[in-house]
Every structure is written in C-alpha cells, then in structure tokens.
C-alpha cells in the first residue's frame, strides 16, 4: 500500500522551525474530524501537485491522521501472522518520526488523536494512549469486544463504541468515565453538545440517542416513530 505527501508553492513558513507547516488544519479523526466532516480547512491547492514524498507498506494502510507535524497510519501485518503498527511520519519528510509500535494481537486497528496524543485500540479490544512526540506508551484500558469503528477525541476524552455501548473514557488516565448501551457499530460523531450515534435500520425504524459529553445525566432520545423498540438509557 503506498502513502505520498504532495506539496507545492507557499506551503510552509519559512519563519518557522524546521519548516513546520503555515496552516494550523489537523486531521484529528476518521474523516478529517471528531464530527466526521471530511472538510479540511485549506486553501484550494493548485494542480498538478508535485509528490513531496512517499511511503509503500506491505500490508494495508488506514485513514492517516495529520497533527503535530506528522502523519500517523495504522498498518496492517500483510503475512496474517503479526500485529498491526502505529507508524508516524514526519509531514516535511516522509521519514519515520519514531520507531513503528505494535498494536495488540490481532489484525485491526483504529486511531484518533487529540492534545498531543494518539489513542488506538485494536481487535484486543485494549484502548492504548501513546505521546505523538516520541511514540512512548502511556495508559491501557481494556473494553470490552472491538468491532473496528474508529475512535473519536476531544478535549480530553475518547469516545468508542463496540456495537452494544458506547464508552467515554479519560484521554489522561484511561479511566472509564461512563458506558451507555447503543445499537449499531458506528463511530462516535461528537458537537458542540452531546455525542451523536446511528444504528443501523430496525423494525420497526431505526432510533438515535444524543448525549451530553460532560453530563453524563443528560440524555436526549431521538426515536423517529413513538414504536421505537429502544427505550431511554441514562448515562
């Protein structure tokens, strides 16, 4: 699987160290962000690209994320006999930021990132923390059966679901802060409010529950028809 950067014209400050990049943009989450947007805040780039860089891997290559100056991918063991890795890349360079980590013992993985941190947790189902200046391990949380949705965080928090809840855990310690039963395996999409999630088509209707990040007593229940199956779940 092969990774490029492209790069072209005014794309880094030369006043910054190192060339660090001008824009302030992040890929934080699966689809751009926590809220799953896939909209970059950027300036349109102007094509063709000349390629900056790249990277080809044997095995599968996630969605990257984009955040303090690199690109961090999961990738996947393409014997069927190892773990998958946490490779971070340097954004200007394309050489390896620190030493690739293995991630659990099966042959998925998923990743978010937020304040200076990289959660990933794998078919494991363990919730890892790692530094995204060094790549050191930080905490580990088990949760219980991983399905693959990819994690959310935000402002210290990550945010996984696994097909029967959805947990809130702290992105400082690992501490589990609260779980709510949900239906579906989806990722967590996160507002300035609650926490959104989907199920998948039901009979009868599907249903969405919101919930309130900060208050875990604060549940808002969204059923499309009153013959909803799935009755409120406080949090």
Not at 78 to 105: C, E, K, Y
Request: proline share 10%.
């Amino acid at each position: 699987m092969l990774i490029a950067g492209c790069g072209g014209g005014d794309d880094t400050d030369p006043a910054s160290p190192g060339g660090a990049p001008a824009s302030t943009s992040e890929a934080v989450a699966f689809q751009m962000d926590a809220g799953h947007s896939g909209v970059a805040n950027e300036p349109t780039p102007a094509f063709p690209l000349p390629p900056a860089w790249q990277r080809t891997f044997a095995g599968a290559v996630s969605y990257p994320l984009i955040a303090a100056g690199k690109v961090f991918v999961v990738v996947g063991d393409a014997s069927f006999n190892g773990r998958p890795q946490l490779v971070a890349i340097d954004q200007i360079t394309g050489l390896d930021a620190w030493p690739a980590v293995p991630i659990g013992t099966g042959f998925t993985a998923a990743h978010a990132y937020d304040q200076g941190r990289i959660f990933v947790i794998g078919s494991d189902s363990i919730l890892r923390s790692f530094d995204a200046a060094t790549g050191a391990g930080q905490w580990s949380t088990l949760l219980s059966f991983y399905q693959g949705a990819p994690p959310v965080a935000r402002g210290g928090r990550v945010y996984v679901t696994n097909g029967n809840a959805v947990y809130a855990v702290d992105g400082h310690s690992g501490a589990i802060l609260w779980t709510a039963s949900t239906m579906g395996q989806t990722s967590p999409s996160l507002s300035t409010t609650g926490v959104l999630l989907t199920s998948a088509c039901q009979s009868p209707p599907q249903s969405r529950r919101r919930s309130n990040p900060a208050s875990p007593s604060s549940v808002a229940w969204r059923p499309r028809t009153e013959s909803s199956p799935f009755p409120p779940v406080a949090l």
